[in-house]
T-cell receptor
Framework: KAGVTQTPRYLIKTRGQQVTLSCSPI?????VSWYQQTPGQGLQFLFE???????NKGNFPGRFSGRQFSNSRSEMNVSTLELGDSALYLC??????????????FGAGTRLSVL | GENVEQHPSTLSVQEGDSAVIKCTYS??????FPWYKQELGKRPQLIID?????GEKKDQRIAVTLNKTAKHFSLHITETQPEDSAVYFC???????????????FGAGTRLTVKP
């Protein structure tokens, strides 16, 4: 079974631009969660999508948005980029359907640098 | 919402010693507490987890304990080895039986260094 795939792996943007990151979950997984990882803040929860619906949301401004497609692939969009958005963005997939363990499996991440 | 605090932020031990990392959480409804290990340049990987109906769980050299009353849980690594060096994250979430809510909040991480 293929793992969680994130594209692109690296991205360089300038302030004010917007960016879209992609995450393909493990086959059969319906839940995709997004996290921002920075050295000082650890792993910060952005949002979770399940069956094309945003089920949970963290404390990030509206510039951060996402969506999920019918095949469970998810995209995250950040508009009007700021220097502070430079981080490693991780997505994690899980079955999301209850019962037993609901382990989250992480992708390798997209490292975004905003200049 | 849930708030998870993790201590210490850095920990250095001698090979063979034990390491303990502690986390506290704020939401008494949280009932699932996983621990992730992230090696340099790699993705976080689950190493052990515990549910609120269990007080302690062991897996070889690692164990996790949970005190629901005090709302804290800890990771214990015994007989540490250099390959245990990594950043460890605790997390807490509410797992509803049917929905498996994935609003998982992570601690800030502990950088563990095991010196040979």
């Amino acid at each position: 079974k293929a793992g969680v795939t994130q594209t692109p792996r690296y991205l360089i943007k300038t302030r004010g631009q917007q960016v879209t990151l992609s995450c393909s979950p493990i086959s059969g997984h319906r839940s995709v969660s997004w996290y921002q990882q920075t050295p000082g803040q650890g792993l910060q929860f952005l949002f979770e999508y399940f069956s094309e619906t945003q089920r949970n949301k963290g404390n990030f401004p509206g510039r951060f948005s996402g969506r999920q497609f019918s095949n469970s692939r998810s995209e995250m969009n950040v508009s009007t980029l700021e220097l502070g958005d430079s981080a490693l963005y991780l997505c994690a997939s899980s079955s999301g359907t209850g019962g037993g363990k609901n382990i989250q499996y992480f992708g390798a991440g997209t490292r975004l640098s905003v200049l | 919402g849930e708030n998870v605090e993790q201590h210490p932020s850095t920990l250095s031990v001698q090979e063979g010693d034990s390491a303990v990392i502690k986390c506290t959480y704020s939401d008494s409804a949280s009932n699932y507490f996983p621990w992730y290990k992230q090696e340099l340049g790699k993705r976080p990987q689950l190493i052990i987890d515990i549910r609120s109906n269990v007080g302690e769980k062991k897996d070889q050299r690692i164990a996790v304990t949970l005190n629901k009353t005090a709302k804290h849980f800890s990771l214990h690594i015994t007989e540490t080895q250099p390959e245990d060096s990594a950043v460890y994250f605790c997390a807490a979430s509410i797992r509803e039986p049917k929905l498996s809510n994935n609003d998982m909040r992570f601690g800030a991480g502990t950088r563990l260094t095991v010196k040979p």
